[in-house]
């Protein structure tokens, strides 16, 4: 089988990644006064307000569950002894929205998701690299 894809580190990208191979959740945040929004996915300007520079702060990990699916048959063959899992789209507690796996052992297969608080967790998913998962709280 195919490794998992793994993600590009970059000097956008490594505080992010870095973070994640410690368990801690970082976001980019924007430093204007009148701004200050958190942002996700890392970039280079803050989509917000425009502007240049963003600073990064580690995130609770915690958010709620706004839309999800369940995923029968993964895009990448890596990920077919995983499913069936549940693709979740999170708004952080900061503000961002984050496209994620629920680590669902033992959940109902009808449950529905939306409004259920959730929690980062993370994993092993390359040798090199853990990202978050979330799991119900
Ligand atoms: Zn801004």
Redesign the pocket.
């Known amino acids: 089988m195919e490794p998992k894809p793994s993600p590009r580190l970059t000097a956008i990208n490594q505080p992010f990644l870095r973070g994640s191979n410690r368990d801690e959740l970082w976001l980019q945040r924007?430093v204007?006064p009148a701004?200050r929004?958190f942002v996700f996915y890392p970039r280079v300007c803050?989509p917000?307000?425009g502007?240049g520079a963003l600073t990064w702060e580690q995130a609770t990990g915690r958010g709620q569950v706004v839309s999800f699916s369940r995923v029968f048959r993964p895009q990448h063959e890596s990920f077919f002894p995983e499913a069936p899992y549940y693709f979740i789209a999170v708004r952080l507690s900061e503000g961002p929205l984050f496209f994620s796996r629920l680590d669902h052992q033992g959940l109902p297969v009808e449950t529905n998701l939306i409004g259920r608080q959730v929690r980062a967790v993370f994993v092993q998913h390359t040798p090199e690299q853990r990202l978050p998962l979330f799991e119900l709280c």
């Open positions: 924007c204007q701004c929004k803050c917000h307000c502007a």
